[in-house]
């Protein structure tokens, strides 16, 4: 905390000659955090924040739109990755407006005892009468020295005062920033959770989706009870498909590297990485947020869709013939084996909680990534091609980062 109440404000601003006055005053009204009309001192942790702001503002106004929408289910996919998007662009804006406000607070503090000095020699140059008192001795030379002296002195002090002003000024921006973001964030926890249940009723209602073949539950049953890995589950598939018709997709092999990731989140755990309890698995391990919606990267035929092993729920996704993209852990699936899915369309949703405003709040504010509100749920992907396990890394766009 700059220390500055020893000189009264009366005293700090009261009139003063020429130059000494201004700049008494400028330094002083910023110490005291007054800040003129309009002053908005830009950064980027503030134009982050915005920047979000924005994103949730835009997929709120989406929302209507998307429910009457032709393809609601489209639309409202469109819409709940918007908010996604905007929410984490939040958390990460409130992160670095909080480490921005904290990295000027340290820099204000260690600087404490120089800006008390300024103030002080501030207070003394205002006390003086004229500036006659600068004459010097010597006669006119030394006067002019004297007053050059001056004058590099004054522009060090002006220089001194912009640089604070402009500090105490960005710090009443991001304070400002994040008093506001709890009205931004409260809209954008409430859009998702709209946008997330008129998905699920939307799907539910969609009866338009092309089949490939019909699910044989007893045969599904037979296969789940017979089998002990996710390899020979995956060969079996065949076996639980009535009545298959050819169906053509577009091919996904050219695509390899550069198809989008099912989910919004981050690699925790990479192909051939032993979990805690030293299992290695092929697939990577994405960390998510609570509730994040799960796509189907390309389209697809559902394979199978259900609890599978120790996998929790599993969408299995044909893409084309030999090649499976297997994703578990979800809590919500969506659409049946036979299924035929569009690039983009919804698959399911992972499980947790969604964070209340506090929490959120608080996560921005630290940084930190708690069980509430951070990326605590966890999506296993796997890709298979005749078979044979691949590393997600090579398919999926940006897993290798």
């Known amino acids: 905390?700059?220390?500055h109440a020893a000189l009264p404000f009366a005293d700090r601003t009261r009139a003063t000659p020429g130059w000494r006055r201004g700049l008494a005053a400028a330094l002083l009204m910023a110490?005291?955090?007054?800040?003129?009309?309009?002053?908005?001192?830009?950064?980027d942790p503030a134009d982050a924040a915005r920047a979000a702001a924005r994103q949730i503002e835009a997929a709120t106004a989406d929302l209507q739109a998307a429910q009457d929408a032709p393809d609601r289910v489209a639309a409202l996919t469109e819409t709940t990755r918007a908010f996604e998007a905007g929410l984490a662009a939040m958390r990460d804006g409130l992160r670095r407006v909080s480490a921005r406000e904290a990295e000027i607070a340290r820099e204000l503090q260690s600087r404490e005892g120089e800006i008390a000095q300024l103030l002080g020699t501030l207070q003394v140059m205002g006390g003086q009468g004229s500036p006659v008192v600068f004459l010097h001795p010597s006669g006119p030379v030394g006067t002019a020295r004297s007053a050059m002296i001056v004058a590099d002195v004054s522009r060090g002090m002006e220089a001194e005062a912009a640089k604070l002003r402009t500090d105490l000024e960005e710090v009443q921006v991001l304070r400002q920033l994040q008093e506001s973001a709890a009205r931004r964030?409260?809209?954008g926890l409430?859009?998702?959770?709209e946008a997330r249940t008129a998905l699920s009723q939307a799907v539910s209602d969609r009866t338009d989706l092309p089949r490939k073949f019909t699910e044989d539950p007893i045969q599904t049953g037979l296969l789940i009870a017979s089998t002990e890995t996710l390899g020979a589950f995956a060969s079996g598939l065949a076996d639980i498909a009535e009545?298959?018709?050819?169906?053509?997709l577009p091919p996904v092999s050219a695509?390899?590297?550069d198809i989008p990731a099912p989910v919004l989140g981050r690699v925790l755990r990479r192909s051939g990485e032993p979990d805690a309890a030293g299992i290695i698995r092929p697939g990577v391990v994405l960390a998510t947020r609570a509730r994040a919606l799960v796509t189907s990267p390309t389209a697809a035929t559902i394979r199978y869709r259900g609890p599978l092993l120790d996998y929790g729920n599993v969408m299995i996704l044909e893409p084309e013939p030999g090649i499976l993209f297997v994703f578990a852990g979800l809590d919500v699936v969506y659409g049946a084996a036979g299924d035929v899915l569009s690039a983009g369309d919804p698959v399911g949703l992972m499980g947790g909680e969604d964070a209340d405003?506090?929490?959120?709040?608080?996560?921005?504010?630290?940084?930190?990534?708690t069980t509430g509100n951070g990326r605590s749920e966890t999506l296993y992907v796997e890709v298979r091609q005749d078979n044979i396990p691949q590393n997600p890394d090579e398919w999926f766009r940006g897993m290798k980062d």
């Open 1 to 3: 905390m700059i220390r």
């Open 31 to 43: 110490v005291a955090a007054l800040l003129p009309a309009g002053a908005m001192a830009q950064s």
């Open 185 to 187: 964030l409260s809209d």
């Open 190 to 193: 409430r859009g998702v959770q």
């Open 243 to 248: 009545d298959e018709r050819p169906l053509d």
């Open 255 to 257: 695509l390899r590297g």
């Open 357 to 369: 405003l506090g929490d959120v709040i608080s996560d921005g504010d630290t940084g930190q990534q």
